[in-house]
């Protein structure tokens, strides 16, 4: 199961939609979440730069940067730094022009691997002291 099931981007001022993910999960309280999205989307100038909206099985975390918001849906169990990691990430991405979000999953995917390959190369490449 994913942890980050669906990603927004919209503009603050009038909360239209600039790009969205598409979601493999159909159960209801996403679509309860995507509705608080477009919600959400549409005052988003009386809200602070960051938020989260808690569910009971799905969260909505939001940050907003240069008129724009960068809103996700998370499960209540990934942590909430790594989820406004993610969030601060497609903001950045964003900014640097790769607006597709499947270009943006790519690039976390590739990322994540990398990292992944990096600590078990560290973990395998440990001699044992033998308690020594």
Known sequence: MSLILFAFVV??????????????EHNKEL????????TISKSLPRFPERGTVKGQKLNIYFVSSEGVSYMSVCHSSLPVAKAFCFVIVLCNLYLL????????????SVASLSTSLTLTRRIHHRTDDCGV
Not at 11 to 24: C, E, H, I, Q, Y
Not at 31 to 38: A, M, N, V
Request: no cysteine; proline share 3%; glycine share 6%.
């Open 31 to 38: 679509q309860e979440r995507k509705q608080q999205l477009r």
């Open 97 to 108: 022009g790769l607006r597709n979000i499947w270009q943006l999953l790519f690039h976390i």
């Open 11 to 24: 503009r603050v001022r009038d909360g239209l939609p600039l790009s969205a993910s598409t979601d493999f």
